[in-house]
């Protein structure tokens, strides 16, 4: 059974998420649990412990979750009274391919965004070859696991309720084996998965 906290200084648009990820850290939440207290401000995390609960204070909204991550410490040892820790970069990114016939759905992005976020990520990169809907182009990523445009929305939406930025990563010119098998796009195709340049067809693909 997971230690047993009672949260205060959280804004209610966090609390949903953040219960996911201690949920999922196997923190339980009640009035009985030990009081952590969470303030934003600074740079970093800062967190101290005294007689009266355990005072959390984070700079960007991701390292609040990063410092939930952290609590074990200090809800399972009483020698532990404080702990600080600061970015050595600005940006913390990961790329995750979704071109390799291994599209995550939408609840498999959703956890892996929440373990980024506890690790102290701060952005996701989402290579997407052609996993992606394009209305214009029905044949454009068919059978393949592709994210539709509301899909990609509310993955947006909720990387950013965790503090991370969610940046699409596409192809424009080339790397379009899986779209060139199709006989609908052999017009615009150049040589293996390279499409065809000086040709406003192609040109017209990539706008769309």
Request: net charge negative; aromatic share 12%; hydrophobic share 35%.
């Amino acid at each position: 059974m997971g230690a047993s906290i009672k949260i205060s200084g959280v804004d209610e648009k966090t609390r949903p998420v953040l219960g996911e990820v201690l949920k999922m850290l196997g923190y339980m939440q009640n009035d009985n649990g030990t009081h952590i207290k969470v303030e934003q401000g600074g740079k970093g995390i800062a967190i101290t412990k005294d007689g009266t609960g355990i005072k959390v204070i984070y700079g960007k909204k991701n390292e609040l979750f990063r410092a939930f991550s952290l609590l074990s410490d200090f809800l399972n040892d009483n020698s532990k009274t404080e702990y600080t820790e600061t970015p050595k970069y600005d940006e913390l990114c990961v790329m995750a391919d979704m071109s390799r016939n291994g599209v995550m759905n939408i609840p498999s992005v959703k956890r892996y965004l929440r373990y980024l976020a506890i690790m102290g990520f701060n952005s996701m990169m989402l290579y997407t070859e052609d996993t992606y809907e394009v209305p214009e182009y029905p044949y454009f990523g068919h059978l393949r696991g592709r994210y539709t445009q509301a899909e990609l929305k509310e993955l947006d939406d909720y990387a950013y309720s965790l503090g991370i930025e969610l940046i699409p990563c596409i192809q424009t010119l080339a790397h379009f084996t899986a779209v060139t098998r199709w006989q609908f796009f052999k017009d615009i195709n150049d040589v293996n998965d390279i499409l065809l340049t000086e040709d406003e067809r192609s040109y017209n693909f990539i706008d769309a």
